[in-house]
T-cell receptor
C-alpha cells in the first residue's frame, strides 16, 4: 500500500463547476498537508498548505483535512479553464523527516469552456 | 529575480553515458531536493541536502549521485547504472529543511531526460 493515494483521474468538468480532489494517507505521523498545481511540462507550484484538521480557504480554493480519517481534499469553486492542470497532494511527517515530502500520484484536471 | 533554474530543458543520454543535470537557486535556501516524475507515479525523492557538503539518499537513489559544494548549487548525475532514466527531473529548495511554512518547497522548471 502506498503511503499516499490519489485518484489520477483524469477529471473533466465544465467551466463554473465545483471540483473536488482527494487524497488518503496511511501514516498517522504525517502532520503537514499541501496541494501543488502543475501545468504541463512545468514545475509544481504551491497552492495551499495546512497542518490541522478543518478547512482553510484562499479565494476559490478550500483545503480540507480530516486527520481522524486520514483524508485530505481540495475544493475548487467556479472552476476556470485556467485551472486545467495536474494537482498533487503532498504530505510531510514531523520530527526527523523535516523537509521530506511524500506526494500523491497527481490528478489531471481539465476544465472545458 | 529570485528563483530556481534548471538546465538543460531537454537532455539526451546514450547507452552507458553519465549525464549531469544542473540546479541553481538564488533564494538563499539551505535545503535542496531532487525528484523524479513519471506518468501516474507522482514525484519520488532521489536525494536531498540540508546543508553544504552533506546530502542523504531519498527513496530511489540507486543509479544517481549528487554533490553540494555550494549553497546555491545541487547538481544531479544520472549514471549508466540507472537503467530506466527517461523521466522528468525536478529540483526544489526550501529554507532549512523545514518544508512547512509560507516559504515551503519551491520547484524549478524541470529537465526532461530521454534515452537515445
Amino acid at each position: 500500500q502506498k503511503e499516499v493515494e490519489q485518484d489520477p483521474g483524469p477529471l473533466s468538468v465544465p467551466e463554473g463547476a465545483i471540483v473536488s480532489l482527494n487524497c488518503t494517507y496511511s501514516n498517522s505521523a504525517f502532520q503537514y498537508f499541501m496541494w501543488y498545481r502543475q501545468y504541463s511540462r512545468k514545475g509544481p507550484e504551491l497552492l495551499m498548505y495546512t497542518y490541522s484538521s478543518g478547512n482553510k480557504e484562499d479565494g476559490r480554493f478550500t483545503a480540507q483535512v480530516d486527520k481522524s480519517s486520514k483524508y485530505i481534499s481540495l475544493f475548487i469553486r467556479d472552476s476556470q479553464p485556467s485551472d486545467s492542470a495536474t494537482y498533487l497532494c503532498a504530505i510531510q511527517a514531523g520530527g526527523t523527516s523535516y523537509g521530506k515530502l511524500t506526494f500523491g500520484q497527481g490528478t489531471i484536471l481539465t476544465v472545458h469552456p | 529575480d529570485g528563483g530556481i533554474t534548471q538546465s538543460p530543458k531537454y537532455l539526451f543520454r546514450k547507452e552507458g553515458q553519465n549525464v549531469t543535470l544542473s540546479c541553481e537557486q538564488n533564494l538563499n535556501h539551505d535545503a535542496m531536493y531532487w525528484y523524479r516524475q513519471d506518468p501516474g507515479q507522482g514525484l519520488r525523492l532521489i536525494y536531498y541536502s540540508q546543508i553544504v557538503n552533506d546530502f542523504q539518499k531519498g527513496d530511489i537513489a540507486e543509479g544517481y549521485s549528487v554533490s553540494r559544494e555550494k549553497k546555491e548549487s545541487f547538481p544531479l548525475t544520472v549514471t549508466s547504472a540507472q537503467k530506466n532514466p527517461t523521466a522528468f527531473y525536478l529540483c526544489a529548495s526550501s529554507p532549512w529543511g523545514l518544508a512547512v511554512s509560507q516559504e515551503t518547497q519551491y520547484f524549478g522548471p524541470g529537465t526532461r531526460l530521454l534515452v537515445l
